[in-house]
């Protein structure tokens, strides 16, 4: 049985798409919104509660989206809802401190030992380009290493691709950002040690920081090997290199002390220098962080040289949302209850595949996953690639219209909330079942 709305004679989400086309590029305020990728029209959401969305039509969908990370809680969480509405009432914005603030700060620093002090910014872009331009401040170096397939936000210096190799600098992914501004980003294949090696050893002495996502979701759900991660953090310390973990994904969503504290369980003494957080630390609201240790956060205005501001940064209903999020999160068991459940979908879909013959296989921790229609997980971006694209947007709307709401591309990660029952994980499963089926006659 299909749901899709997409012949309905008054389809309000394709009204509503022309009506946004006509005023906002390709009708969106973020690219991958509009389904570009998988085709269709993209659906306009009215409303969200628990682990359920409803589009302009009316129909529901079971979310793994979750505001792309945030809402780990699922929607409309009561506690939270709470907290936004009295800090409502107390006022929107002062441009002033608060006292939210600094019970916001003392939760997370609590949370993530590797930070002593940390600044509050208003979006994951803000706080990485931040971070990195504190790296750059601290160390005195131009220089930063990231890896193919990894997002750290839409910074300039940040829109690379790999030059011919490693004696080159990369070249900009995005028209508008001039080759001077990314001559000093290095980039180097994820999970790649050789590489990252050599790198070291041809510019050492110049790079500032190595900035990845320690469990990259930005090219759907690939981690970082352990070595991989060991090495990392032992060419930062050897030639005086920040080592810059970007867990706005990550943090809070894979486990309490994010993917830091579980290659801390594996590699004796590790923790970044730099960590950025954002997504779940706002529960929903703009909200992002970066932090580390006194000594370097203290290079920040107004006591040090490297400047960052904003208006609206700390925001106290934001703060408010993001802190009610953290003491829900901050509960005895609720990760090992949400990687169980994340778990059974992710076993769930593996068996619908395999009853089928599918070639599928899917990977996941605390409350995020990914899945792949290929016979084994990817360790990097070119193998991420050799997903069968066709196959993969087939996949997408074929749950869509069973009314299972997936990412919209297939280098993104999914999330599962503390909203999601059992029936729910169930019903996606059974709708799998049916399009896998489908996948594999066509
Ligand atoms: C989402 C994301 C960002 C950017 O955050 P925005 O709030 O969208 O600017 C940066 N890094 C990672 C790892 C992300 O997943």
Same mark, same amino acid.
């Given at each position: 049985?299909?749901?899709?709305?997409?012949?309905?004679?008054?389809?309000?989400?394709?009204?509503?798409?022309?009506?946004?086309?006509?005023?906002?590029?390709?009708?969106?305020?973020?690219?991958?919104?509009?389904?570009?990728?998988?085709?269709?029209?993209?659906?306009?959401?009215?409303?969200?509660?628990?682990?359920?969305?409803?589009?302009?039509?009316?129909?529901?969908?079971?979310?793994?989206?979750?505001?792309?990370?945030?809402? +780990?809680?699922?929607?409309?969480?009561?506690?939270?809802?709470?907290?936004?509405?009295?800090?409502?009432? $107390?006022?929107?914005?002062?441009?002033?401190?608060?006292?939210?603030?600094?019970?916001?700060?003392?939760?997370?620093?609590?949370?993530?030992?590797?930070?002593?002090?940390?600044?509050?910014?208003?979006?994951? /872009?803000?706080?990485?380009?931040?971070?990195?331009?504190?790296?750059?401040?601290? /160390?005195?170096?131009?220089?930063?290493?990231?890896?193919?397939?990894?997002?750290?936000?839409?910074?300039?210096?940040?829109?690379?691709?790999?030059?011919?190799?490693?004696?080159?600098?990369?070249?900009?992914?995005?028209?508008?950002?001039?080759?001077?501004?990314?001559?000093?980003?290095?980039?180097?294949?994820?999970?790649?040690?050789?590489?990252?090696?050599?790198?070291?050893?041809?510019?050492?002495?110049?790079?500032?920081?190595? +900035?990845?996502?320690?469990?990259?979701?930005?090219?759907?759900?690939?981690?970082?090997?352990?070595?991989?991660?060991?090495?990392?953090?032992?060419?930062?310390?050897?030639?005086?290199?920040?080592?810059?973990?970007?867990?706005?994904?990550?943090?809070?969503?894979?486990?309490?002390?994010?993917?830091?504290?579980?290659?801390?369980?594996?590699?004796?003494?590790?923790?970044?220098?730099? /960590?950025?957080?954002?997504?779940?630390?706002?529960?929903?609201?703009?909200?992002?962080?970066?932090?580390?240790?006194?000594? +370097?956060?203290?290079?920040?205005?107004?006591?040090?040289?490297?400047?960052?501001?904003?208006?609206?940064?700390?925001?106290?209903?934001?703060?408010?949302?993001?802190?009610?999020?953290?003491?829900?999160?901050?509960?005895?068991?609720?990760?090992? @209850?949400?990687?169980?459940? /994340? @778990?059974?979908?992710?076993?769930?879909?593996?068996?619908?595949?395999?009853?089928?013959?599918?070639?599928?296989?899917?990977?996941?921790?605390?409350?995020?996953?990914?899945?792949?229609?290929?016979?084994?997980?990817?360790?990097?971006?070119?193998?991420?690639?050799?997903?069968?694209?066709?196959?993969?947007?087939?996949?997408?709307?074929?749950?869509?219209? @069973?009314?299972?709401?997936?990412?919209?591309?297939?280098? $993104?990660?999914?999330?599962?909330?503390?909203?999601?029952?059992?029936?729910? +994980?169930?019903?996606?499963?059974?709708?799998?079942?049916?399009?896998?089926?489908?996948?594999?006659?066509?």
């Amino acid at each position: 049985m299909t749901h899709s709305t997409d012949t309905l004679a008054d389809d309000r989400n394709q009204r509503l798409f022309e009506r946004a086309q006509a005023l906002i590029p390709g009708g969106v305020n973020s690219p991958v919104r509009a389904f570009r990728a998988v085709g269709g029209t993209p659906r306009f959401i009215q409303r969200a509660q628990g682990a359920y969305l409803w589009d302009a039509n009316g129909q529901r969908y079971i979310d793994y989206i979750g505001s792309w990370g945030p809402m +780990i809680l699922g929607h409309g969480h009561p506690a939270v809802v709470e907290a936004v509405q009295k800090a409502a009432l $107390e006022g929107f914005s002062f441009g002033a401190p608060t006292e939210r603030e600094v019970e916001l700060a003392e939760e997370i620093l609590r949370l993530v030992p590797s930070m002593e002090m940390l600044r509050l910014v208003s979006s994951g /872009t803000e706080a990485g380009m931040s971070a990195i331009r504190l790296a750059r401040g601290a /160390t005195g170096r131009p220089k930063i290493v990231k890896f193919n397939g990894c997002y750290h936000g839409h910074a300039d210096s940040l829109l690379v691709k790999a030059g011919s190799g490693l004696a080159t600098f990369g070249h900009a992914t995005s028209a508008g950002v001039p080759p001077e501004v990314v001559q000093h980003t290095l980039v180097l294949e994820y999970n790649d040690v050789a590489q990252l090696e050599e790198a070291f050893a041809l510019h050492g002495s110049e790079i500032a920081c190595v +900035i990845m996502e320690p469990i990259a979701g930005n090219m759907n759900f690939v981690r970082a090997s352990v070595p991989f991660m060991q090495r990392a953090r032992e060419l930062c310390t050897q030639h005086g290199a920040l080592l810059v973990l970007d867990e706005v994904m990550t943090g809070f969503r894979v486990a309490l002390g994010g993917a830091q504290s579980l290659y801390a369980q594996q590699i004796p003494g590790f923790a970044p220098d730099l /960590t950025v957080l954002g997504k779940v630390i706002g529960g929903g609201m703009p909200l992002a962080a970066f932090g580390g240790p006194r000594a +370097i956060m203290e290079q920040l205005a107004p006591l040090g040289p490297v400047y960052q501001a904003g208006t609206l940064s700390g925001n106290p209903v934001a703060t408010a949302c993001g802190l009610a999020t953290l003491r829900e999160v901050a509960r005895p068991g609720f990760y090992e @209850r949400l990687g169980e459940r /994340t @778990r059974s979908l992710v076993q769930g879909l593996e068996g619908a595949a395999r009853e089928v013959g599918l070639p599928f296989c899917t990977d996941s921790q605390g409350g995020m996953f990914g899945f792949f229609l290929l016979p084994q997980l990817p360790q990097d971006y070119p193998q991420v690639l050799r997903t069968d694209g066709p196959r993969f947007n087939h996949l997408f709307h074929g749950l869509l219209g @069973r009314g299972v709401y997936v990412a919209p591309a297939l280098y $993104e990660a999914c999330f599962v909330s503390a909203a999601h029952t059992e029936e729910d +994980i169930e019903a996606t499963v059974a709708a799998a079942r049916e399009v896998f089926a489908e996948l594999v006659r066509s």
